[in-house]
């Protein structure tokens, strides 16, 4: 008889788990078809996150709350900005992304804090008595960045803003002008891009060793666009270029009297 009771109890938890199953089943199916469609099953939904924002955040993200819980877990991250606390920071930053990996604020300013704060303040760090250690902490933190908008860039190719921050970075805090040119000319290849990244992007090029007569019909391409007249930095580098290219005088550009570069756009060192 107790073996029977066993048998019956079995039975009935293994039909029970069937219906549950069929059930839940069209529901789970939905519910991926969902997130796919919001371009969420693009990115990784794995152990790592669910550790991060706890198994409630985790079905929070996946049953369509991922903004609002993002937006919380960027406050949280501009809090540890404030006390300074860089890899809680990172750390943060890194679940804001996943989550909404199409809102490019998150992608931008996230790369802005690790490449420019949080490597400046790695430069400035009193605790740490070594020179070169410190600044190897602040390369890390430049590296992060890059990291931080590439990965912005698998998930956006399609838009310029992305791009013309890496530029920003490496011109700036890499101080490396073939990178920061290649940037900002992919950035100024889309159609809505302002004037000031094709500008830009040559300035850039005539910064690179044996590239600069390609600079030169590029700003001189500017220059005949009009683009002198709203950036008088471009007459400075066309008549820096024309005196390093030995131009004949009847064939440069009209008589330039600009002596250095005004401000260009972008974040200081």
Same mark, same amino acid.
């Given at each position: ?13 293994? +039909?029970?788990? %069937?219906? %549950? ?9 939905? +519910?991926?078809?969902? %997130? ?36 919380? +877990? ?14 809680? &920071? ?19 300013? $996230? ?6 704060? $949080? ?25 992060? /960045? ?32 073939? $990178?920061?040119?290649?940037?900002? $000319?992919? %950035? ?16 850039? +090029?005539?910064? #690179? ?20 007249? #709203? ?21 440069? &550009? ?6 250095? !570069?005004?401000?260009?756009? /972008?974040? !200081?060192?």
């Amino acid at each position: 008889m107790i073996s029977r009771i066993s048998y019956l109890r079995v039975f009935f938890a293994t +039909l029970l788990l %069937a219906l %549950a199953g069929a059930v839940l089943l069209p529901w789970e199916v939905e +519910l991926q078809s969902r %997130a796919k469609n919001a371009g969420f099953r693009s990115i990784s939904l794995n152990l790592d996150l669910r550790e991060q924002i706890g198994q409630s955040g985790f079905l929070a993200a996946l049953s369509g709350f991922r903004s609002p819980l993002a937006a919380l +877990l960027w406050i949280q991250a501009h809090i540890a900005w404030e006390k300074t606390e860089w890899g809680r &920071m990172a750390a943060l930053f890194d679940t804001v992304t996943t989550l909404q990996p199409h809102t490019l604020f998150y992608w931008d300013v $996230a790369a802005w804090h690790m490449a420019w704060n $949080a490597s400046l303040s790695a430069l400035q760090d009193k605790k740490q008595q070594s020179e070169a250690l410190r600044e190897r902490s602040a390369r890390q933190y430049i590296a992060l /960045g890059r990291h931080i908008l590439e990965r912005g860039i698998r998930n956006n190719p399609n838009s310029y803003e992305l791009y013309a921050a890496l530029g920003r970075l490496a011109q700036f805090k890499e101080e490396d002008h073939a $990178a920061a040119a290649s940037a900002y $000319a992919k %950035a100024a290849s889309f159609s809505d891009a302002p004037d000031y990244i094709r500008r830009a992007a040559a300035y850039e +090029l005539a910064k #690179v060793p044996g590239r600069e007569r390609e600079a030169y019909d590029k700003l001189v391409e500017l220059y005949q666009k009009g683009q002198a007249k #709203v950036a008088p930095s471009l007459l400075f580098y066309i008549r820096q270029l024309e005196d390093k290219l030995q131009i004949p005088a009847d064939q440069r &550009m009209k008589p330039i009297t600009t002596k250095s !570069p005004p401000p260009m756009f /972008g974040f !200081p060192k």
